[in-house]
């Protein structure tokens, strides 16, 4: 697994580091609310874990399955749930916990569907961004580190559901893609 990697992009270490920044941010914002934190999965459940320890609020946790990619490294545009919550979440300041922002499909789509369940507040925190990838009109308010538009895995995030388990985000070599796609 590791010699698939190019280079490290993001190490553990600096994960670690805007992780605690981010969770004390959050904190901050959300004393007072009804914080309740939705973790999109598979990707975003590695930084869900170590975001939510983070928080020193109260701060539930729900978790969506949505999929928007297949097995390949291009947005398809379909978003599709595979997962929905197990609760209400009328009157609740909901947190979206997102592995990557590229096109924003899914979160857009995701956003919204939210909003019409009668959330009080939606805002999005996202460890990776890449805003030059976006198709869809949506912003982060949280974010982790903007990145260019390179294929990324590690820290939650998967090629072909491998690499999730990398402590840090890298770059995979061409020739792995290129082999399988
Ligand atoms: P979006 O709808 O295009 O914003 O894509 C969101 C989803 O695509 C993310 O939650 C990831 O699962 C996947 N994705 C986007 N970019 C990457 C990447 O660089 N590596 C792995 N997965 C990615
Ligand atoms: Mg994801």
Redesign the pocket.
């Known amino acids: 697994m590791y010699g698939d990697i190019e280079k490290v992009l993001i190490s553990e270490e600096e994960l670690k580091k805007k992780t605690k920044e981010l969770g004390e941010k959050i904190t901050k914002d959300y004393t007072g609310k009804n914080l309740l934190i939705i973790s999109?999965l598979k990707?975003g459940f590695v930084f869900t874990s170590d975001l939510m320890r983070a928080i020193k609020i109260s701060a539930p946790v729900e978790f969506m399955a949505v999929s928007?990619?297949g097995s390949s490294t291009k947005?398809s545009g379909v978003v599709e749930i595979r997962k929905d919550l197990d609760r209400d979440i009328k009157g609740m300041d909901v947190l979206i916990v997102?592995?990557?922002?590229?096109?924003?499909?899914?979160?857009s789509y995701l956003s919204k569907l939210l909003r019409t369940r009668g959330a009080k507040s939606i805002k999005i925190c996202t460890i990776l961004n890449?805003p030059q990838c976006r198709k869809a009109d949506v912003e982060a308010d949280y974010i982790g580190f903007n990145i260019g538009d390179?294929?990324?895995?590690g820290y939650g995030?998967?090629?072909n559901e491998n690499y999730r388990n990398l402590p840090f985000v890298g770059v995979l070599k061409s020739e792995v893609y290129e082999n399988k796609v």
């Open positions: 999109v990707g928007s990619y947005s997102e592995d990557v922002l590229d096109s924003g499909l899914t979160l890449k390179d294929f990324v895995v995030l998967d090629f």
